[in-house]
């Protein structure tokens, strides 16, 4: 029983797969939780790889149930969802009692209401030998609440916790023994970059400041300007600001947002060329003017200077200079004062600042093919005519523990996201005044300024005879940065591939920082680190090219800790890490917070690991543990002399199979109250033979009310059951309305929803709305429902269809068709449409009768006149004819047609 927990990055899916690899034996029987798709790929790709004669199997709702259970019996490991794991340990389906044990991926999650914790309460209850081993690299998220760790540790019945930071002796030990060859490259930000980052970082301060001031009930002990700057900002402001989200002014809010779009500048500054940000910081600029709608930061001299130096990195400071002397010398005309003076920029012939880390790039491309060069000149000859011979030796993918004669000389280049590779492979591929100049032609093309493509050729021609003239110039001292093998290929997945095999292929360039393919440069490859669809593709990457240089163009703590482990567990390969940072930046200090909080996570936990008390019984292998302990699931009942207590009965509620993708069935199970998983078309929840319910969410609520979904299952659930409910949950943490303050009206509206709900209640006055906070409460009020109730029957529930035509005994009064048609009829509603049915014997009998009859059975005048026009209108007659009471032959209903009560057998 025991819950290691790492660092992120130091391998913790490496330790998840030795895990695997040992139970992977059809002797024992072991389940894997909390998986994604994409991790059952990768463990099952690296256990296969290693020659694993049982790997494990994934188990998902395709697969049959008799089919799950003949898998069960085969032992093995066995990756499963958690629903279908759930409604098998509820129907038996699961050799409970011959489960080796269970093991949990990132147990950080498992909180008392998820699916997980429901599984492992389910499974200690039944299996009190068996292991339950969960992992987790993200110590961060155990630094939030009270004792977080130790009710996370109960909720998956471990005792034991293991803590393994980087600064652990044993972990440090293998990285001090291999460590790796790096190189820190610091580049400085360009004074226009500096300037705009100063700029930006005083208007965040301004908004943060204002919020506090406005705001002084909120805990803002965690709104900084440094936690800002980190990718977690947004999950700091979520928990503090939604819960009373409704209640915070239009300016609070304005401010959150405007905090939103300053981190996003602050991102593009460091990330991406001066064409992008500048034309970013112009769309934000524009729409904020258009609609007005700001808290004040754009009238600050910050976001002034902001735009000035943003504007400067693409047109220059002098030339920026020029244009506003002779704005204040020239008269403009009309035309051009409505255009506000966009045309200024689209005249101007501009001046691009390249990226500063595009250089330094290049420059460590050169000197890895530099060395790669030095190497083969001092090998053997007759070996490397032998390389040249097969340009495919070396490129070959390597699995487990094999081992190259002669290391790989791959080079991994990982940026931040899709964006950036694509950005440096066109760099790489065409050269930065080319990439620039492309850059700025779509810049003007997306502008749309009234000059755009007028000026657009004039523009471009300019900068093409710029480039020429400055490749012309320094054509022969820019002869030894032509030497790298590069030419770039989108490879399979994620992956940007430079290749030597495309340079022939490839289009010519005419730039001078462009580089040329030559046969025998090193195959490079693009990787990102966030935002690709595999999330072990780094891994993947890492252990089949097992590149001998990468290059770390954005910091990411997590794959610094990759290529250390990935070091260490290959000690006879060199490894060589370029560390590419702007000194001085928020890149700089993002990193370093993350370093630090980690450090803080540890030392928190370290911290509570000394002081926390686990109870003897936690793990569940006794009889006496509280975690395994259900309510009653019953209100206990009086005695009397006269006849005693009754006797204790098992309460039980059918539900749905989809509905054990919520919370709410683990929660009825905790109150002691037995779940019956079925597929059923009517309801959600069968609590009595008499209670449907039908549980819906706020956006649900909403989506159904609006297809008219809703309505059909009213209907079915009024039909079949007496007591149909719609059980209405919403998140406590979170604002909980049906619609905006401001668009409640007294005026009945199709298209408002609280209209429609009314409308729905109207019309079925039987259904029952239920609103629950959380699904805590929900589970509560399904236990005060059933008190004293009989219990429902899965049979008959299946019974129930939307198409059945036989009703219950209770309501087999009346046939369906007929009972429908009926209360669609003018003056006919839920209230009187059962003295229509019992007085008459069809449509026929019903459309013979005169005004002064209708008004009797109906009992009200006004309902019998507009029953009797439906009846008698003729359709050329005028529409404001008053109904005169004489029997008609009643064209409308020529045939008796189906009666409306049923004839008993």
Known sequence: MRKPKQGKGLGISRLFGEFLKVYCDPASLVLVLNTTPADEAYFSDTIEKNGIDNPPKIVTNE???????????????????????????????????????????????????????????LYRQKNKTGFIKAFTDNPDAFTSGFSHVERVMKNLFVKKLFLWPRFHASVALPFHKHKVDVIEVHQQMTPAMTACQTSLLDLINACINELKRSNPSIDTDEITVENALSKSFDLIIRLQLEPIWHQLSGRTRQLISDLKTLRLILRHLTQYDCITFYSLVQSIRSSEKSFGQNSGWLFLDAAESLFTHAKERVYGCKKLQQKQAKKRKTEKSKEDDEEGGESDDEDSTPSLEPCPKWETLSEILAEISEEEETCTEVEDPSSANDESNNP???????????????????????????????????????????LMSRLFQKYLFMKGGPKSQKAHATIVAKVKEKSNSDSGKDKETNLDSLTLTQMIRASKGDDFSINSSDAKTGQPTSSKDAYYGLVNSPLTILHPLHGCSDPHGIARVLDEMQPKYVILYDADMSLVRQLEVYRATRPGKPLRVYFMMYKGSVEEQRYLTTLRKEKEAFEYLIREKATMFIPEEQD?????????????GHKPTSSSRQGGADLMQTQKIIVDMREFRSELPSLIHRRGIDIEPVTIEVGDYILTPDICVERKSVSDLIGSLNSGRLYQQALSMSRFYKRPMLLIEFDANKPFSLQAKSSVSGDVSLQDVTSKLAMLTMHFPKLRLLWCPSPYATAEIFEELKVGKPQPSAEIALTVTATTSDAPDWNDKYNHGPQDFVLRMPGINSKNFRNILNKFTNLYEMSQVGLTKLTEVLGSSIHAQQLYGFLHKESSSETNTKPVEKKTKGKAFVGKGRGFKRKKN
């Open 63 to 121: 697969i049959s149930a008799t089919e799950r259970q003949n898998t069960y019996l085969k032992g093995g490991v066995l990756f499963i969802t958690s629903r279908i794991f759930v409604v098998d340990l509820l129907t038996d389906r699961v050799p409970v009692e011959h489960v080796t044990g269970i093991l949990v991926y990132r147990a950080h999650k498992i909180i008392e209401s998820c699916q997980e914790a429901f599984i492992l309460r």
């Open 392 to 434: 495919e030796k070396g490129n070959t993918n390597i699995n487990g523990e094999d081992v190259l004669l002669k290391p790989s000389n791959h080079v991994l280049i990982c940026a931040e996201d899709d964006r950036t590779c694509n950005q440096l492979r066109e760099y790489l591929c065409d050269g930065g005044e080319q």
């Open 620 to 632: 569940g292998k006794s009889d006496n543990d509280p975690g395994l302990a259900r309510d009653a």
